[in-house]
């Protein structure tokens, strides 16, 4: 039995800072703004970040393959359905690690020529860059753990917590379900 996992992120303490960085958004963003969130760790995220936000906006998403560590190779699986050319656009992302996986993504909308591009991240692993990667808006810089919860997975579980808890990987990699019981109880 793994020990209880740490909490990183208080349910509190991510609804203010996504109020925050809603608030940001709406002052950058008078004009209005397309997120585009990328499936499926931003979704909570993204769910809570657009109702934060007080300026016109639209919400569209796109999926790439599944995290494989340290290969960087990854491709879009479900692509956006709006237009950003010439577009006012906010790439919204759970978390960026290696900055691999955004800079392949900032590769590909760059060329579609939107008006702006940046980048809305919940969290950054900022010691984990390879490439350095343009974040213009961050909720929380952390450590290098790793994270579950408020869309984060591992193996698909655990997205619906609504807080950011440190998963031990060991214990996740013998089985998934590891903190299944320390999480859900009640
Ligand atoms: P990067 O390409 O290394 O920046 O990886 C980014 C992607 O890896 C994220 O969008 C997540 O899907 C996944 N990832 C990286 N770190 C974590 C973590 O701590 N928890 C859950 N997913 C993670
Ligand atoms: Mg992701």
Same mark, same amino acid.
């Given at each position: 039995?793994?020990?209880?996992?740490?909490?990183?992120?208080?349910?509190?303490?991510?609804?203010?800072?996504?109020?925050?960085?809603?608030?940001?958004?709406?002052?950058?963003?008078?004009?209005?703004?397309?997120?585009?969130?990328?499936?499926?760790g931003?979704?909570?995220?993204?769910?809570?970040?657009?109702?934060?936000?007080?300026?016109?906006v639209?919400?569209?998403?796109?999926?790439?393959?599944?995290?494989?560590?340290?290969?960087? !190779?990854? !491709?879009?699986v479900?692509?956006?359905?709006?237009?950003?050319?010439?577009?006012?656009v906010?790439?919204?992302?759970?978390?960026?690690?290696?900055g691999?996986?955004l800079?392949?993504?900032?590769?590909?909308?760059?060329?579609?020529s939107?008006?702006?591009?940046?980048?809305?991240?919940?969290?950054?692993?900022?010691?984990?860059?390879?490439?350095?990667?343009?974040?213009?808006?961050?909720?929380f810089?952390?450590?290098?753990?790793?994270?579950?919860?408020?869309?984060?997975?591992?193996?698909? !579980?655990?997205?619906?917590?609504?807080?950011?808890?440190?998963?031990?990987?060991?214990?996740?990699?013998?089985?998934?379900?590891?903190?299944?019981?320390?999480?859900?109880? !009640?």
């Open positions: 039995m793994p020990a209880p996992p740490r909490e990183l992120i208080g349910t509190d303490e991510l609804h203010a800072t996504v109020r925050r960085l809603g608030a940001t958004l709406s002052a950058d963003y008078p004009d209005g703004v397309l997120l585009a969130a990328v499936l499926k931003s979704v909570c995220f993204a769910a809570d970040l657009v109702r934060a936000i007080t300026a016109p639209e919400i569209d998403f796109l999926g790439i393959s599944s995290y494989a560590p340290g290969t960087g !190779r990854v !491709r879009i479900q692509d956006l359905q709006a237009d950003v050319f010439g577009r006012d906010v790439l919204v992302e759970d978390i960026v690690d290696t691999l996986t800079t392949y993504l900032l590769g590909q909308l760059r060329q579609r939107p008006h702006s591009l940046e980048v809305c991240a919940l969290l950054d692993k900022h010691d984990r860059r390879i490439v350095p990667t343009p974040l213009r808006y961050v909720g810089r952390i450590g290098d753990e790793f994270a579950i919860g408020y869309g984060l997975d591992y193996a698909e !579980r655990y997205r619906n917590l609504d807080r950011i808890v440190a998963g031990d990987v060991e214990a996740l990699r013998i089985d998934p379900d590891a903190h299944v019981a320390a999480l859900y109880r !009640r």
